[in-house]
C-alpha cells in the first residue's frame, strides 16, 4: 500500500511544487494520477521513488515511513517515458541487472520467465537499438518486475508509441498488473489512458489533487468544470435554478436533480455527448427541437453532431444507422449540476 | 576556390615532403633537395641515447597524462552530472578554459615562479611535467566528455540504475563506463596528440634528464639537416596515426549516437 500524508515540496528557487497532497493506493491497485504537463504529477513520482525529497508530510509504502530511506532500498519498480533501458546491454541483460544487483538466486531463469511473460522469448541477445518501440517497454516492464518490487511506478510509460500500440500495450500492462497483483501507480496526461487502465484515478492541477475517484465516479460526478472538461468530452451549459429539478437554460427548460441548490441559483449543466438520444419529437420533458446541424463528423461506429437548440450551440454522438434528426433527448439522471459561480 | 585550396595545400603539405625528403637524403648543404638516399639518420636516433631516452620519456609522460585524465575528469564529470549543480559545472567550465585561454609560456612562467623556491624545489621533476601537461589537455577531454555525456541519457539511465538497488561504484562501472567508453578513447587519443607534440612548455620545466622529444628536437637542427629531418617525422607519424584513430573513433562514436 501507498501512501501520502500531507506531503509538499517546492523544488528550490522556484515556486514549482506539489502542495498538501493525500492519496492511497491499495495493494493491487493500479491508481493513474491525471493531468496537464507541469501539474506536479511527476514530482509525486519522484518523490514516491526517492529522486526528490518532500519539505512536508509523510510517504509511506506498506506501513513504512520512507523518510529516511533512499530510493536504492525502497525496492520499486519504474518504468519511465522514454524506456530508459542501457543501450549498452541487451535484452537479457537489461532484465537481469536489478537481479544481479540484488544477488539473486537464479538470476538468469528469473530473467527468461519474465521476458517470456510480456512476449519477448527469442529476443533476449538483442540490443535495444534492434528492437521497436513496444518491444522496448516490454523489456523496461519485464526489468521493472523482474525483482519482485513492493510497487510498479509508471510515468507517462505509453506516450511514445503510437495509437495502436498504445491500447495493445494499455490491455497487457493491466492484464500484468492483475497477474502479478502488484500496487501501481500511473502517471499520464492522457484521460483515455487513465480512464480505462485505473482503478482509481487523482486529478492533479496546480500542484494539488483536485479530484480522487473512480474512473465512473470522475465521469459521471466531477466536482467542478475544468475536471469534467478534461475527463471526456463534454457540453457545459449556463442556466437559472428555477424550483425543484428545473432549471432554465438558453434552449429551455431541463429537467435534473437540483436540491444541492437553491432556487434562483446560477449552475452549469454537464451533458456528455453520449448521453443525448436523437427523438422524434419533443413531447417529452428534456427533449428539445433541432433548429438547425450546423456539422457531423464521422468517428467510426458514432457520428458526432453539432447542432443548434435556439441558437444555442450542442455537440453529441449517436449511432449511424440514424435517417432523420429533427429532435434529441437528454436523460434526467445523466446530467450533473455544478456550481456555477 | 580551387586555386587557393591548392596553395593551401602545398603551404600545408611542402614542408612536410620536405621534412621527408630529407630525412632519406645523405647531404643536403645549399641545395633545393638532398643528394643520395640512406637511412642512416633514423638508425642514428635509435642508436643515440639522448633520441631514445627523449622518445620514452615522451611516452612514458604521454601514458601517464592519459590516465590521469581518466582517473580525475572521468569521476568529476559523472559527479557534475549527476549533482545537476549548475554554479559547480559552471566553475568548472571557466576553469576548464583557461589552459586554452591562457598563452604556455604564461602558464610556463607560472611553473618557474611556484616550483623553484626553498619550499617547493620541484621544477624539472617529472611529475611536475606530467601535470603540466595534464593542464593543458584538461580542457581536451574534459569537454569531450562532457559534451557526449550531457546529450546521453545517462542522469536517467544512472536513476533506473539507483532504484534497483545499485551504489555509486557498481552505477559507475555499470552504466557510466559503458557509455561513456567511445569518448574517453576518443578524448584521449587528442590528449595524447598534444602531449607527445608539446614543446613550449615542456622546453619549460623539463629538467635535462626528462627532457621529452620535442624538445631534443631543436637540438638537433643544429647537427645534421638529415638527422633533424628524420626525428620530425618520427614525431610527425605519431601525431598523424594519433589523429587518424581519434578521427576514426569520433565516426565510430557518431555511428553508433545515430543508430
Known sequence: ?341 | MKRITYLYLVYLGLPIALLLVGSFGQSWVNTLLPSGFTLNWYQEIWQTTAYRKAFIMSMQVCLMVCLLNVLVITPLVCSLLLKGNSRALQATRLFALLPIAAPELVIGFGFILAFTRDATPWLGATWLLVIGHFILTFPYFFFTLMADMERSAFTQLDRVAQSFGANSMTRFTTVFMPLAAKSIVAGLMTVAAISLGEFQLSNMIAGFMNRTYPTLLLQAFYGATGLACAATVILLLLAITLSLLSSYQNSNKNRGAKA
Not at chain 1, 522469448?121 to 535495444?128: A, F, I, L
Not at chain 1, 501507480?185 to 487523482?202: G, R, Y
Open chain 1, 1 to 341: 500500500m501507498i501512501e501520502f500524508r500531507s506531503v509538499s515540496f517546492e523544488y528550490p528557487n522556484s515556486r514549482a511544487g506539489i502542495y498538501d497532497i493525500n492519496l492511497s493506493v491499495n495493494t493491487g491497485e493500479l491508481l493513474a494520477v491525471l493531468g496537464h504537463s507541469g501539474c506536479g504529477k511527476t514530482t509525486l513520482l519522484k518523490l514516491l521513488a526517492g529522486f526528490e525529497q518532500h519539505n512536508q508530510g509523510s510517504v509511506w509504502i506498506n506501513g513504512q515511513d520512507q523518510a529516511n530511506i533512499p530510493c536504492s532500498r525502497r525496492e520499486l519498480g519504474i518504468v519511465f517515458q522514454d524506456y530508459a533501458l542501457f543501450p549498452h546491454y541487451t535484452v537479457l541483460q537489461n532484465v537481469i541487472y536489478p537481479l544481479k544487483i540484488k544477488k539473486s538466486s537464479q538470476a538468469e531463469k528469473k530473467a527468461k520467465e519474465m521476458i517470456n511473460l510480456v512476449g519477448l522469448s527469442g529476443n533476449e541477445g538483442k540490443y535495444p537499438s534492434q528492437l521497436s518501440g513496444g518491444q522496448r517497454q516490454r523489456v523496461a516492464l519485464a526489468r521493472a518486475l523482474v525483482f519482485q518490487p513492493k510497487a510498479l511506478l509508471l510515468d507517462e510509460p505509453l506516450s511514445a508509441l503510437d495509437a495502436t500500440l498504445r491500447e495493445e500495450m494499455r490491455n497487457e500492462i493491466v492484464s500484468l498488473q492483475k497477474t502479478l497483483n502488484i500496487t501501481t501507480f500511473l502517471i499520464t496526461h492522457d484521460q483515455e489512458e487513465a480512464m480505462t487502465m485505473a482503478n482509481k484515478v487523482a486529478v492533479m492541477a496546480q500542484g494539488r489533487i483536485v479530484q480522487c475517484a473512480s474512473p465512473e465516479e470522475l465521469y459521471n460526478n466531477p466536482l467542478d468544470l475544468n475536471i469534467a472538461r478534461f475527463v471526456g468530452k463534454t457540453n457545459i451549459v449556463p442556466g437559472i435554478v428555477k424550483g425543484a429539478d428545473r432549471v432554465e437554460t438558453p434552449f429551455g427548460l431541463v429537467q435534473t436533480r437540483t436540491h444541492r441548490f437553491a432556487n434562483n441559483q446560477t449552475v452549469n449543466l454537464v451533458i456528455r455527448p453520449e448521453q443525448v438520444q436523437a427523438v422524434d419529437s419533443a413531447t417529452q420533458n428534456n427533449a428539445f427541437a433541432i433548429e438547425k446541424i450546423l456539422s457531423t463528423r464521422f468517428l467510426g461506429h458514432t457520428t458526432e453532431y453539432q447542432v443548434s437548440l435556439k441558437g444555442y450551440k450542442m455537440k453529441f454522438e449517436i449511432a449511424n444507422s440514424l435517417t432523420s434528426l429533427t429532435h434529441i433527448f437528454i436523460p434526467k439522471q445523466t446530467i450533473h449540476v455544478l456550481n456555477g459561480a
